[in-house]
């Protein structure tokens, strides 16, 4: 039994040198300046857009993405092209491009990365998926994804709308932003949360140009009217990172924790503040010291290399 232990460690070890071995020797095949672009591109998905909870956590879905300035009209009326802004675009747009370019070398059966337009054509929105973790939280929310969605929907036709998508990204989940917050690992009271703000409070309504009569719609059940509900949610919603509150003097990946709308007050925050902050601390130490493209790529490609 003790080496049969041995032997599955050993296993291991090998199919991880293997692994390590096959992306290197793939990377060593990239031009330096265009595994650069790779590296930024990653590392602002991963840390500037919360994207390594995803790679290393529970967290199913993120969204990130880049205004393409050579499909936006207005961009010199709002974006200086000497800003930092714009050059990071930039660096990100490219960044995508590479991606495109090199990643038939990266194949995945875990991870999936694709790119959806907005509805404005000119941002393109970068998506980066957990299947397994995307399947598993639309399957233990099946009914409010098929009460909006429709009857005949199932986790893989859910999954099968992001990784073809037809359309604007709005337009994939109907522009529901509660489904969308528990692709987007948010928890579902706090989604509902934001959604009913959105669905009742005028100052959140989306699109800005919406009316809301506040006049015809019912309070939900516990309150006498909408604006004690308007006030009632006012005075129990906080932005995520204030809840969390982490000293960032170890942070030397400049990781960013995802920000949404949260009740502080539910056993359901309280339970997403510690697996985010758990998950925190495993994604410093599974890059520290180490080759962030290197350690990015090889959890990407995982088993399929």
């Known amino acids: 039994m003790l080496i049969a232990f041995f032997l599955f460690l050993n296993s291991e070890k090998n199919q991880q040198d293997f692994s390590k071995t096959c992306i290197n020797q793939k990377l060593d095949l990239i031009p330096e300046m265009e595994k650069d672009y790779l590296k930024y591109f990653f590392h602002y998905l991963l840390c500037f857009d919360s994207s390594a909870f995803v790679f290393f956590g529970d967290k199913p879905m993120s969204l990130s993405g880049y205004f393409d300035l050579e499909d936006c009209e207005l961009s010199d009326q709002y974006i200086d092209p000497y800003s930092f802004i714009n050059f990071s675009n930039s660096k990100l747009k490219k960044g995508w491009e590479m991606w495109k370019k090199h990643r038939r070398f990266f194949p995945s059966q ?143 990946l400049g990781l960013k924790f995802p920000e949404f709308l949260v009740n502080p007050n539910t056993k359901e925050t309280h339970q997403l503040t510690e697996k985010y902050f758990q998950e925190y601390k495993r994604i410093l130490h599974r890059f520290y010291e180490k080759d962030f493209l290197e350690i990015t790529l090889q959890e990407f490609v995982g088993n399929s290399s």
């Open 110 to 252: 875990k991870y999936l990365i694709v790119q959806v337009p907005h509805e404005n054509q000119s941002y393109k929105f970068i998506i980066l998926i957990n299947k397994v973790n995307f399947l598993k939280v639309v399957n233990e929310n099946i009914d409010d994804f098929q009460r909006i969605l429709g009857e005949q929907i199932t986790a893989k036709s859910v999954l099968k709308m992001f990784s073809n998508p037809k359309g604007y990204f709005q337009e994939i989940l109907g522009n529901h932003h509660a489904l969308l917050g528990l692709l987007l690992g948010y928890g579902k009271g706090n989604t509902w949360l934001f959604q009913r703000r959105m669905e009742i409070d005028p100052r959140f309504a989306v699109p800005k140009s919406c009316v809301i009569d506040i006049h015809s719609m019912k309070p939900s059940p516990g309150f006498q009217n909408l604006q004690e509900e308007i006030k009632w949610i006012s005075q129990n919603s906080a932005f995520f990172s204030n809840v969390m509150n982490i000293d960032s003097t170890f942070n030397y």
